[in-house]
T-cell receptor, first 112, second 114 residues
Framework: DAKTTQPPSMDCAEGRAANLPCNHS???????VYWYRQIHSQGPQYIIH?????ETNEMASLIITEDRKSSTLILPHATLRDTAVYYC?????????????WGLGTSLAVNP | DAGVTQSPTHLIKTRGQQVTLRCSPK?????VSWYQQALGQGPQFIFQ???????QRGNFPDRFSGHQFPNYSSELNVNALLLGDSALYLC?????????????FGPGTRLTVL
C-alpha cells in the first residue's frame, strides 16, 4: 500500500480557503485517495475520495495532479468547526487486501 | 451522523481482564473494520469482517479476536488486557469488498486499562 506524507500542522483564517497538501508518490493505478478528518477524540469523518479526476462535494474539493503523485484537499470557506486532524490515505479499490493505513495527518487550526 | 453505533462509550478494566466491544454498522453496510487509536496517533487497523469471516488482519496479537453476526453487527474481544491496550477503539462500516472502500466510523469506545 502506498504511503502518504502530510505537513504536521497548518493554520487558516476563518472564512478563507484551507488548502491541505498530500504527497503519495508511490500510488498505484488501482488505489484511491481518501480524505478523513477527526475532531478531538471523536470518530473519523469521511470527507471525500477520488481516483484520477478532481472531485467536489458539499464539504470539500479534491484536486489530484495528473501524475497522481500528490493531491490537495480544499475547504473553500473554513470555519472554526473545521479545526481537526485531516488524514490523507490511499487504498486499493478491490480485493481482500483493502484496508486504510493511517499516518499522523495534518492538524488544521482555523483561527478567528 | 454516519449511523455507526458503538457500545459502551467508556470502559475501565484492570490488567489481565477480558473486554468485549460492540458495533452496529450503518444501515445497508455489510463490512466492519476495527481500529485501535492510541493518544496522538492515527488509527491502527486491527481486522475486517465480511460475511461473518475475518477477511484481513493487521499486526495485532491473537489476544484480539472478533466476530460478525448475521445482521452484520460485530464484536471485538481483547483477552489478557495489558496497560498498552488503553486506547480509543473505532469501528467502521462499509459495503462489500469491491469498489471504493469508503468507511464510516462510529464514535469509538474509550478503553482504560489500570
Amino acid at each position: 500500500d502506498a504511503k502518504t506524507t502530510q505537513p504536521p500542522s497548518m493554520d487558516c483564517a476563518e472564512g478563507r480557503a484551507a488548502n491541505l497538501p498530500c504527497n503519495h508518490s508511490t500510488i498505484s493505478g488501482n488505489e484511491y485517495v481518501y480524505w478523513y478528518r477527526q475532531i478531538h477524540s471523536q470518530g473519523p469523518q469521511y470527507i471525500i475520495h477520488g481516483l484520477k479526476n478532481n472531485e467536489t462535494n458539499e464539504m470539500a474539493s479534491l484536486i489530484i495532479t495528473e501524475d497522481r503523485k500528490s493531491s490537495t484537499l480544499i475547504l473553500p470557506h473554513a470555519t472554526l468547526r473545521d479545526t481537526a486532524v485531516y488524514y490523507c490515505i490511499v487504498s486499493r479499490n478491490a480485493g481482500n487486501n483493502r484496508k486504510l493505513i493511517w499516518g499522523l495527518g495534518t492538524s488544521l487550526a482555523v483561527n478567528p | 451522523d454516519a449511523g455507526v453505533t458503538q457500545s459502551p462509550t467508556h470502559l475501565i478494566k484492570t490488567r489481565g481482564q477480558q473486554v468485549t466491544l460492540r458495533c452496529s454498522p450503518k444501515s445497508g453496510h455489510d463490512t466492519v473494520s476495527w481500529y485501535q487509536q492510541a493518544l496522538g496517533q492515527g488509527p491502527q487497523f486491527i481486522f475486517q469482517y465480511y460475511e461473518e469471516e475475518e477477511r484481513q488482519r493487521g499486526n495485532f496479537p491473537d489476544r484480539f479476536s472478533g466476530h460478525q453476526f448475521p445482521n452484520y453487527s460485530s464484536e471485538l474481544n481483547v483477552n489478557a488486557l495489558l496497560l498498552g491496550d488503553s486506547a480509543l477503539y473505532l469501528c467502521a462500516s462499509s459495503m462489500g469488498l469491491a469498489g471504493p472502500d469508503t468507511q464510516y466510523f462510529g464514535p469509538g469506545t474509550r478503553l482504560t486499562v489500570l
